[in-house]
């Protein structure tokens, strides 16, 4: 008999677009997409937002790879701390798969849930707000219920074991892997490269940074150490960019991004296209 296997596709979502973690799930389930679609194989549920956001992403509908638009992630608070998903998903399912930690109040037969890292567990200190005992409870409920926890690096699986006793063989360690056709060398025509570099007012040698700018990615920590690089060695000329999604408690890295000393050497983007990226 088939399996079926649900997935959470809440992360398709457009408020996530240009995310990593949107980024992720797009190109698992790119990949998941090739290897679908006999009878022998499993029958993969994506559950989507809506038909736009799904065809946004490049996926298509079809038989072994099916798209469900489910009208309840209209609801997305609740959706997303694990209100509803857990119930929905186990919907004529064998398994369910949640690509982010969420509380889980209704285990579903079989889940597997995708850990990056327990970074709001290990330093609690940088999460006292409501927000962070929220993410708190999270991460520690999908670690606890669910069957299969997947993450990114043997440090966060080490993390998981030794400081919260999560049994060490339901935790895969999968790397996260990377577009092989647009991140390679001559994917972009150099006069591309020139008008994008131009565009975003980069027009020196460059050190990049992509992804959020909330305190866990030390922002303010970098910007002020390139600013004292630079300072102590005038020889360095080269500019500081910084790409993605401000994210939260971003306030101290635009202050500091005020200073005379940093201003046309910090470039700050905002979320940028693959395309771009891969110049």
């Not at 690089?229 to 000329?237: E, F, G, K, P």
Request: charged content about 25%; overall charge positive.
């Amino acid at each position: 008999m088939q399996q079926t296997i649900s997935v959470d596709g809440y992360l398709l979502s457009k408020e996530f677009r240009g995310a990593g973690i949107n980024r992720y799930l797009v190109n698992l389930l790119r990949q998941i997409e090739k290897i679908t679609g006999g009878e022998e194989g499993p029958c993969f549920r994506i559950l989507v937002p809506s038909v736009a956001e799904y065809e946004t992403s490049g996926l298509v509908h079809r038989f072994g790879f099916e798209m469900i638009v489910q009208p309840l992630m209209r609801f997305r608070r609740a959706w997303r701390y694990g209100l509803v998903n857990s119930a929905v998903g186990q919907r004529g399912s064998d398994a369910l798969f949640i690509p982010m930690p969420v509380p889980v109040y209704l285990k579903p037969k079989r889940l597997a849930v995708t850990i990056h890292d327990i970074v709001p567990l290990v330093f609690p200190e940088q999460y006292r707000s409501v927000r962070a005992r929220i993410f708190a409870h999270t991460y520690l409920s999908s670690m606890r219920r669910a069957d299969l926890i997947f993450t990114d690096s043997e440090y966060s699986k080490t993390d998981m074991v030794s400081r919260f006793g999560v049994p060490a063989e339901k935790i895969a360690v999968v790397y996260l892997g990377f577009d092989s056709q647009l991140f390679k060398p001559g994917a972009v025509d150099p006069s591309e490269r020139l008008e994008v570099l131009y565009r975003r007012a980069i027009n020196k040698p460059y050190v990049l940074h992509v992804g959020h700018g909330d305190p866990r990615k030390n922002l303010v920590r970098l910007t002020e150490a390139y600013e004292r690089l630079t300072y102590r060695r005038r020889d360095l000329d080269f500019q500081l960019v910084l790409c993605g999604h401000l994210g939260w408690g971003y306030e101290p890295l635009l202050d500091l991004l005020k200073r005379p000393s940093l201003q046309g050497k910090v470039i700050l983007t905002g979320p940028v296209p693959d395309r771009d990226l891969s110049v």
